[in-house]
Every structure is written in structure tokens, then in C-alpha cells.
Antibody
Framework: EVQLVESGGGLVKPGGSLRLSCAVS????????MNWVRQAPGKGLEWVSH????????YYADSVKGRFTISRDNAKNSLYLQMNSLRAEDTAVYFC???????????WGQGTLVTVAS | EIVLTQSPGTLSLSPGERATLSCRAS???????LAWYQQKPGQAPRLLIY???SRATGIPDRFSGGGSATDFTLTISGLEPEDFAVYYC?????????FGQGTKLEIK
């Protein structure tokens, strides 16, 4: 069974940092690109970042570029999102999602809530 | 950035009716990279359609997708009670990947 489990969310002050993790199981992690998607309270989905299977290709939304860093450890079946210089507008539920080649984001985690407030 | 605009914002229909949701792109999108998702309150999104018209695993055949270039459609034939949710289109062919703002399908 495919599982994606996010962790690391919480309350952080503006300007602070947080590192999210996504532990996966049930599939060969190193075969798939992965993404982070977020959803602010009561709002729609916003794509955050993409990393290819071998970390060769990394993309970011303009809203997080220069502040967030996506990475992965294929040996540990884990995806990460290092978030620095956090702002109130980064408050959201953060989902990790598996990207199946040319078939969209086919599996998602349950999300982890990040709240940026003083 | 490719902007996806979904319409209508809210669609009020009754069970058994047919729903037609629109997704318009600000520039041409390869159909290969156009997907639709369903999201219910408190849940993660679920992939419904990929490649503009192919149903994901386990998706009932009352869900169908179509369109090309800048105009895409999700159709739900014969609405079931569990279909009332928010629907998003997405393009993932060109970075930044983008989602539409969503269409809320509510019970009339």
C-alpha cells in the first residue's frame, strides 16, 4: 500500500524556519518525482516545489523561491522541505504528492499544518 | 506562468444531474500535462483525470474529461451524493506548475 506521511509542521514566528518531512512507503521512491503543494486556510491548492527522481530537476513557485529548499534522500525514502524566512502568508497545510510520469499527482499525504504567527 | 481559470466558481445541482466544469488556460497546455482533482473537506486531493481525458485508477466512468490547448472540461454524468466537493484542474508540464482556483460543486 502506498503511503505518504508528512511531519514537522507547527507554530513558528515570522522570520523563523521549519523543516517538513514526508516519509513514503509502498513504492520505489527513487523512481518518482515528488512535489510539495500547500493550501492556506479556506483557500485553493498552490503548488510549491518539484524535485525529480534523482534530484536533477528542481523547481519552485515564485512565492517561495530563495526561501524554501526541496530535497530528498532516496536511501531513506524521504522528501524534505526546508522553509526559511517564513511569512504569515506561508500559513497553510502542506501536502507531499507523488508525481507519476505524465499522469499527474497520483498519491498524496494527509498534510501537515504550518502556522506562521507571532 | 500559465494561469488556469475555472468556471463556474460554484455549481449548484441535484443528484442525478450532469455537471460540466470548465478550465481555461492563459496559454496552450499540452493535454498530456492536464489533470483534474477532487477534494473533500479535511481531505487531501484525489486524482480523477490525467492526460486531459484518462481516468485515474478506481475512478468511476461517470467522470470524463476532454478538451485541448486552452479549453478543458470535466463532466460528471449522473451526480452521486459523494461527488459534491471542490474540483481543481492543474497543469504540470511547465514550471511553475499551476492549479485553477477550484469549482465548488454543491447540492441544490
Amino acid at each position: 500500500e502506498v503511503q505518504l506521511v508528512e511531519s514537522g509542521g507547527g507554530l513558528v514566528k515570522p522570520g523563523g524556519s521549519l523543516r517538513l518531512s514526508c516519509a513514503v512507503s509502498g513504492f520505489i521512491f527513487s523512481d518518482y518525482s515528488m512535489n510539495w503543494v500547500r493550501q492556506a486556510p479556506g483557500k485553493g491548492l498552490e503548488w510549491v516545489s518539484h524535485i525529480s527522481s534523482g534530484s536533477d530537476y528542481i523547481y519552485y513557485a515564485d512565492s517561495v523561491k530563495g526561501r524554501f529548499t526541496i530535497s530528498r534522500d532516496n536511501a531513506k525514502n524521504s522528501l524534505y522541505l526546508q522553509m526559511n524566512s517564513l511569512r504569515a502568508e506561508d500559513t497553510a497545510v502542506y501536502f507531499c504528492a507523488r508525481e507519476r510520469h505524465n499522469r499527474g499527482f497520483d498519491y498524496w499525504g494527509q498534510g501537515t499544518l504550518v502556522t506562521v504567527a507571532s | 506562468e500559465i494561469v488556469l481559470t475555472q468556471s463556474p466558481g460554484t455549481l449548484s445541482l441535484s443528484p442525478g444531474e450532469r455537471a460540466t466544469l470548465s478550465c481555461r488556460a492563459s496559454q496552450s497546455v499540452s493535454s498530456i500535462y492536464l489533470a483534474w482533482y477532487q477534494q473533500k473537506p479535511g481531505q487531501a486531493p484525489r486524482l480523477l483525470i490525467y492526460g486531459a481525458s484518462s481516468r485515474a485508477t478506481g475512478i468511476p466512468d461517470r467522470f470524463s474529461g476532454g478538451g485541448s490547448a486552452t479549453d478543458f472540461t470535466l463532466t460528471i454524468s449522473g451526480l452521486e451524493p459523494e461527488d459534491f466537493a471542490v474540483y481543481y484542474c492543474q497543469q504540470f508540464g511547465v514550471s511553475p506548475f499551476t492549479f485553477g482556483q477550484g469549482t465548488k460543486l454543491e447540492i441544490k
